[in-house]
C-alpha cells in the first residue's frame, strides 16, 4: 500500500507541475462580470434537435419570472437526450436580447434520484468502514455505485456483471492534451482492437473527475464531438460524493485549482465476475496489451 501511496503521489506531483505551467501568463486578463443564472424545473414540450431548442413548461422562478412556457437554446448533447413529457431541473441563463440558454441539465425524476441517492450512501458507508484500506488493490472487487450515463440513464454496476470492464476516469473540459484527451483517444484505440480481435461482452467505462459541470448532456456532446461508437462505451456522472468516494477506492488523486483538476490517471480492467485484473497508471500503456489481457482474462 504505501508503495502505491508512492506511486500515486509522484505522478500527482507530475500532472501538478504540467498544469500549471499551461496556466502561466504575464498578460493581463480583463475581468468579466458574474453571470447571473436562476435555477430551473420544469416539463419538456417539445424538442427540436436540429436547431437545439427545447419548449419547456416550466414552475415560477422566485423574483424573475412567473410559471410559462418558453423556448429555450440547449447544448447539442441535451437536445438528443431530451424527451417529450420529461421532467427537467436546469440552470436558467438569461439574455438581454430575449434569448434564453439552459445549461447543467439533470433529469428531475424522483425514482432515478432516489436510486442514484440510495448508491451513493451506500457507496459512502463502504468507503468509511473499508478506512485506511479504502484502495482496491488488484485482485479485489469492484465496488457496488450508480450514476447517470451520457443519455440521462440510470447505471447501475450491477449491469456490467458478466462483462469485460475497462474503466477510467476523465473529464471534459481537460486543457492538457497529453492527459483527458489521450486517455480518451486510447480507450477509443482499445475498442477498436478489441472489436477486431473479437474480443466479446467488452464494456468501456469513463467516469467525470468533474460532475459539476459534466452533465449528461455535456458528456453525451464530448461523445458525439469525438465520434465515438457509445454501443459499449458509457460515460458516467453523478453526486460528488460518488464520485469521490470511487476515487478514493480506485487510487485516484484529483484537486481543483480554478477551472483545472490536477488529477493522476488511472485505468483499470474488470474481469465478467467483477474481480480488478488489471492496471495501469499514466497514459504509457499500450492499447494492444490491454486487448492482449482480455484474451488472457
Known amino acids: 500500500m504505501k508503495s502505491n501511496t508512492f506511486l500515486l503521489s509522484l505522478l500527482l506531483t507530475m500532472v501538478v507541475g504540467s498544469a500549471c505551467s ?6 493581463e486578463v480583463e475581468v468579466q462580470p458574474a453571470v447571473v443564472t436562476y435555477p430551473l424545473r420544469g416539463e419538456v414540450i417539445s424538442v427540436d434537435t436540429e436547431q437545439n431548442v427545447l419548449i419547456v413548461q416550466h414552475d415560477e422562478i422566485p423574483d424573475y419570472m412567473p410559471a410559462m412556457t418558453m423556448e429555450f437554446s440547449v447544448s447539442p448533447g441535451d437536445a438528443m437526450n431530451a424527451k417529450e413529457g420529461q421532467h427537467i431541473r436546469a440552470v436558467l441563463i438569461p439574455s438581454d436580447t430575449g434569448h434564453f ?6 433529469p428531475d425524476d424522483q425514482v432515478a434520484d432516489a436510486a442514484i441517492q440510495s448508491s ?5 458507508q463502504d ?15 469492484l465496488p457496488d455505485f450508480a450514476l447517470y450515463d451520457q443519455m ?11 462483462k469485460l470492464i475497462m474503466l477510467n476516469f476523465i473529464y471534459t473540459r481537460c486543457p492538457v492534451a497529453t492527459m483527458c484527451p489521450a486517455a480518451t483517444l486510447k480507450m477509443m484505440e482499445t475498442q477498436q482492437f478489441a472489436k477486431d ?6 464494456e468501456l467505462v ?5 460532475p459539476e459541470y459534466d452533465t449528461p448532456g455535456v458528456l453525451r456532446t464530448y461523445a458525439s464531438a469525438r465520434g465515438i461508437d457509445s454501443s459499449n462505451f458509457s460515460f458516467l456522472t453523478g453526486p460528488e460524493r460518488s464520485i469521490k468516494d470511487l476515487l478514493k477506492q480506485f487510487g485516484v488523486i484529483a484537486q481543483f485549482e480554478g477551472s483545472i483538476i490536477k488529477h493522476t490517471l488511472t485505468t483499470l480492467l474488470i474481469n465478467e465476475n467483477g474481480r480488478i485484473i488489471h492496471r495501469a497508471d499514466g497514459t504509457a500503456w499500450d492499447p494492444k496489451d490491454f486487448v492482449a489481457k482480455m484474451s488472457k482474462k
Do not use: K, M
Not at 440558454?101 to 439533470?106: F, N, T
Not at 468507503?127 to 472487487?141: C, F, H, M, Q, S
Not at 440521462?152 to 458478466?162: D, I, K
Open 197 to 202: 480481435a473479437n474480443v466479446p461482452n467488452l
Open 206 to 210: 469513463s467516469i467525470t473527475l468533474d
Open 152 to 162: 440521462g440513464a440510470v447505471v447501475q454496476s450491477a449491469r456490467f456483471h458478466g
Open 22 to 27: 499551461r496556466q502561466e501568463t504575464t498578460q
Open 127 to 141: 468507503t468509511l468502514i473499508r478506512g485506511r484500506g479504502a484502495y482496491r488493490e488488484v485482485g479485489e472487487n
Open 120 to 124: 451513493a450512501d451506500t457507496l459512502r
Open 101 to 106: 440558454q439552459l445549461e447543467s441539465i439533470w
